[in-house]
Nanobody, 123 residues
Framework: QVQLVESGGGLVQAGGSLRLSCVAS????????MGWFRQAPGKGREFVAA????????YYADSVKGRFTISRDNAKNTVYLQMNSLKPEDTAVYYC????????????????WGQGTQVTVSS
């Protein structure tokens, strides 16, 4: 079992920045690929970014490419999502997830999920 806890969400104006963190506990964190997803009201959960277990390979949705950066610190059992140039359409609950498929963009490829953190971007 892997337990994931996200933090760092909040209210920010358009053009601003936030950094989300996700701390893992339980089984060996470094053995898992990690992903960030988001879910806006009335919409399905969508892929945002993913990172390989080593941190060398990263993947992004087109909608966030060039604005968001995913990274991880295996010594701290933590994965981050740095979000810059935020837009109102980035408003959603953001979830981190752990799985064993590198670069996975589908929710079904992730076995463990956090509870989510709210990000609200005002115009």
């Amino acid at each position: 079992q892997v337990q994931l806890v996200e933090s760092g969400g909040g209210l920010v104006q358009a053009g601003g920045s936030l950094r989300l963190s996700c701390v893992a506990s339980g089984r060996t964190f470094s053995g898992y690929s990690m992903g960030w997803f988001r879910q806006a009201p009335g919409k399905g959960r969508e892929f945002v970014a993913a990172i390989s277990w080593s941190g060398v390979d990263t993947y992004y949705a087109d909608s966030v490419k060039g604005r968001f950066t995913i990274s991880r610190d295996n010594a701290k059992n933590t994965v981050y999502l740095q979000m810059n140039s935020l837009k109102p359409e980035d408003t959603a609950v953001y979830y981190c997830a752990a799985g064993q498929v590198m670069g996975a963009t589908m929710t079904s490829h992730y076995a463990y999920w956090g509870q989510g953190t709210q990000v609200t971007v005002s115009s």
